[in-house]
């Protein structure tokens, strides 16, 4: 199964 | 006050249409700078980050920094109302609640205004470090937009491998499997038609092709799309908007459990 990873898991906010 | 004059009004129509499918609302910021947006699409999977810069402007006042919260859809209504060759002007005086697109024909003897609501909205925004990526693929925008169209017909991911050699996209569904493979050009006469690979090192990575079908609609601000990928970053896909500055997409990968 390939899992989603969410964009927000890589770039903190600022 | 906020008078920001696009000659080529056509230009933001495509970038309207580039975003709406992504992202419902989004902040548009306003600085001396230039006119940028950056949001994510619903799901928090993709991110997408657009500059325009005040330099492309015929005329460009932001006096100043201000953000703006849009409905895309509804912006993209409005400018589907201006022609692809009008002059667009957007407007805003300071604390207002609505902008203001002015839309003048290329002979001036017509010209329509439309008042749009701001909405306020909570948006998060993210800080993006700049990365040297493994591999870096230049191709034909067009070509990659037909590669992502036609794999989604038979799966619902891609699988992008880039070697030295070129750049494979291949993916599996219920009624079979597909590759293609795009290989390295070296004709120089064409740079348009052109694939280009700056490799590190080779890079595979999985991604939804529904969200690269929703980039490609970026196809018509640019001839060509960059697409940078790490193994242990989202991928980017760069359309460069000639004079101006860029759409950017950020697709975080699919990762196997």
Not at chain 2, 10 to 26: P, R, S, T, Y
Not at chain 2, 63 to 77: C, F, I, T
Not at chain 2, 222 to 233: E, K, R
Request: charge should be negative.
């Amino acid at each position: 199964v390939n899992q989603q990873r969410q964009i927000t898991s890589f770039f903190t906010k600022k | 006050m906020l008078e920001l004059r696009l000659l080529q009004g056509g230009l933001l129509k495509k970038v309207l249409e580039a975003m709406k499918d992504l992202v419902n609302d989004a902040n548009f910021d306003c600085s001396p700078t230039g006119f940028s947006l950056q949001a994510m699409d619903s799901s928090h999977v993709a991110l997408v980050s657009l500059l325009l810069r005040s330099e492309g402007f015929e005329h460009y006042r932001c006096d100043r920094n201000v953000s703006m919260g849009m409905n895309l859809n509804n912006m993209a209504k409005m400018l589907r109302c201006a022609g692809n060759d009008d002059i667009v002007t957007l407007k805003a005086d300071d604390g207002s609640d609505c902008i203001t697109f002015m839309f003048e024909n290329p002979s001036q003897d017509k010209i329509a205004d439309f008042e749009m609501k701001l909405m306020d909205i909570d948006s998060e925004h993210l800080g993006i470090p700049d990365a040297e990526y493994q591999s870096i693929v230049r191709m034909p925008a067009a070509e990659f937009a037909r590669i992502c169209r036609d794999l989604s017909t038979i799966g619902d991911t891609v699988l992008i491998s880039v070697s030295k050699e070129g750049v494979q996209f291949s993916t599996r569904g219920d009624m079979g499997t597909a590759n293609i493979v795009c290989r390295r050009t070296t004709t120089v006469d064409k740079p348009e038609e052109d694939v280009i690979i700056e490799m590190e090192e080779p890079v595979s990575l999985t991604f939804a092709l529904r969200y690269l079908n929703s980039f490609t609609k970026a196809t018509p601000l640019a001839t060509q799309v960059t697409i940078s990928m790490s193994s242990d970053l989202p991928m980017v896909i760069e359309y460069r908007i000639e004079g101006m500055g860029y759409i950017r997409y950020y697709l975080a990968p699919k990762i196997d459990e």
